[in-house]
């Protein structure tokens, strides 16, 4: 890494240059020079100042050489060290500021726990939020410390389980009770982090929030039993087709009158249970009827016993989350007596 490219990453000064290690060490030299000259001077009451700096021996010349190049070396080494242990400081705080950027905007809660004391270690911004608990109160407690004993031996013993097994662990769904959302239903996965010696040292979690989503489903499947309810319930003759034609649900009133099991009646092209001339006069072809949305007809339809039911038939196209027409709703409403009484009213 360049210097511009460090100081473009971390927004800090680049680490000092061999040059300016160099000065440090001249620096160090010459301090120590004249040092050991007011040593002579002053403590060994060896000639004067200006005799030493002007005249030294040959020896003490030499001895001071050694010395200020030492003191270079020294420092340029010493400086080298405090360089590299800079720019790794700085290096390991850019990484992570890095990694907490990436998890913090991680939409799931991420939680990593010791091996030993399942201790929480590190939260991220999405499980601080959902829990309602900064990562302050988090750090170096355990689940018993906020949560249910039942709901904490529930968690803590998954959390052995992974760290025996050494293999990654789904929990598809988990109640949690948490400070500020109450009860909420998460999806969680389970990791364990090995040491060098392969060994567990942490444990990574990774959990969603599915608690919309599960409320969701609960109202889907609350909503289908009443329109389920209410199909059944229904006094007419209801089935849907798909484009072909092909049956593919009907109520429980159709199969009662026309006395058909539930099962003969799917996959069943609904022209079959018409009779002859009916299908012939009627049209039966579903992807023309899509054009129009809507078909209106009066129609012959054939019990299993064999008793014909005159039927006011009335079809309406279905369209799907694309606008597309896949499939038809058919209601049948019983007519027979209807036209009976006219019929007769129109003879007497």
């Given at each position: 890494m360049t210097d511009?490219?460090?100081?473009a990453m971390t927004g800090n000064s680049p680490p000092a240059t061999h040059r300016s290690l160099i000065g440090?060490?001249?620096?160090?030299?010459?301090?120590f020079y004249l040092?050991?000259?007011l040593i002579d001077v002053y403590l060994f009451q060896r000639g004067n100042l200006i005799d030493h700096l002007l005249h030294p021996e040959l020896h003490e010349t030499w001895m001071r050489l050694s010395i200020l190049l030492l003191a270079v070396a020294f420092a340029i080494y010493a400086g080298r060290l405090l360089s590299k242990a800079r720019t790794d400081?700085?290096?390991?705080?850019t990484a992570e500021k890095f990694l907490t950027s990436i998890i913090d905007n991680i939409p799931a809660m991420i939680f990593i726990k010791d091996a030993r004391k399942l201790r929480f270690v590190r939260v991220n911004a999405i499980g601080e939020r959902l829990l309602g608990l900064s990562t302050a109160q988090l750090i170096g407690k355990n689940d018993y410390d906020f949560f249910p004993k039942a709901q904490a031996d529930f968690f803590t013993g998954k959390d052995r389980e992974v760290?025996?097994?050494?293999?990654?662990?789904?929990?598809?769904?988990?109640e949690i009770d948490t400070r500020l959302q109450g009860r909420r239903v998460l999806q969680t996965r389970k990791v364990p982090v090995l040491d060098d010696t392969g060994q567990p040292a942490f444990l990574l979690g990774i959990s969603d929030d599915i608690t919309?989503?599960?409320?969701?489903?609960?109202?889907?499947?609350?909503?289908?039993?009443?329109?389920?309810?209410l199909f059944d319930a229904a006094a007419e003759f209801i089935f849907v087709v798909d484009t072909d034609g092909i049956i593919r649900l009907v109520n429980r009133r159709a199969v009662q009158q026309s006395g058909y099991a539930e099962?003969?009646?799917?996959?069943?092209?609904?022209?079959?249970?018409?009779t002859e001339e009916s299908q012939h006069k009627h049209e039966c072809h579903f992807p023309h009827i899509a054009n129009r949305g809507y078909n209106r007809a009066d129609i012959d339809f054939v019990c299993k016993d064999g008793?014909?039911?005159?039927m006011e038939c009335s079809v309406t196209a279905i369209p799907d989350n694309a606008g597309n027409f896949s499939s038809f709703l058919v209601v049948q409403r019983d007519v027979t007596e209807e036209r009976a009484a006219a019929a007769a009213l129109a003879y007497s």
């Open positions: 511009k490219e460090y100081l440090i060490g001249v620096a160090f030299g010459m301090c040092i050991d000259v400081t700085m290096r390991a705080q760290l025996k097994a050494g293999t990654v662990l789904s929990i598809p769904e988990e919309e989503v599960k409320q969701a489903e609960a109202a889907l499947r609350e909503t289908e039993i009443r329109l389920r309810t099962n003969d009646l799917m996959g069943k092209h609904l022209k079959e249970l018409y008793r014909i039911i005159q």
